[in-house]
């Protein structure tokens, strides 16, 4: 079953990777400089790229030279321990959020100055990322440890979590805090804000209302129901498990394994069902294909023009 699920997560990342490569390429070209949404999506999207190639670069070995030990070392406690993982999925689930308040300051506040685009809404947003994301990866960091005599990195969850240790004691704190803010505070929020944008949209029966009520639907289902869908699980079991019952570590490790494996899902299924069904997504695709389609029209009307030219001269 773990071989499998791993298949699975790597299938995953790696569709995602080649579908959110294709947007980023196509939205930096094509995207509308005035549009400020598409620096969201931009974002949203080289988030989910960078998270699977992370993935990807975890599941390398150690390299067995002692020349090496520094790196073997660096690679332990950053890739192997999935804290920069960790640290990618809160700053999404924070951009997410950002990406709610967005569209709460304009439909239920277009009067207001406040704008998240202006300096210091930027920066303070900015720095609570910063902090999502340092506060996501600190507990991992310190999960593992390197031994450069066996090439080797061992999980070190059971000592650091025991019941009799202050230490121990401090990350079960840290994992709550992990849960409140990370995870609690960006979903909950996010859905307050898209609740009161639909009962403001829900008074207006005009057919470009609908099409944002449609466009708001799915960001509201990628952006907080399916994040939650994905990362619900993986959160609660790993910052409520091995940091919380270091018995169950032991005992369950590779279901655990396989939860955080499953989480692969969310980049790939954001990305798709985005392409699909989102039209900040599609107009950049649509304008790709009359980009290729107009070489092809000049060549047949320069055909067009030497045949008639053609004729003339007879």
Known sequence: MAISLRGVSHTAYIIGLFVNTFILIVMSRFRSKQDYQS???TTQNALDLTLGIVHLMSSFPLVTLPQMSEWNRFYCHLFLSRALIWAIISARGYVNLFVATHFFIKIALPFTRFDLHQRGPFWISVFLIVCASVLGAVPH???TSYLPDSFTCTSNRTDLVSAHNQLGMTFRIGSLLVIVHNYLVPISMASYFYYHIFLLLRRSSSKAVTVVKQELLIRF????FAYGMCYTVPYWTVFLGCYWDPSVVIKRSAQYENVILMSSLYPSLYSVISLCTRRSYRRPCEELVRQLCRPSERVHDSS???????????
């Not at 289902?221 to 907080?224: A, C, E, I, K, T």
């Not at 067009?304 to 007879?314: A, D, K, N, P």
């Open 39 to 41: 620096y969201f999506d």
């Open 221 to 224: 289902f990628l952006d907080v």
């Open 304 to 314: 067009q023009i030497s045949s008639i030219s053609g004729l003339s001269g007879h």
């Open 141 to 143: 960091l310190f999960s």
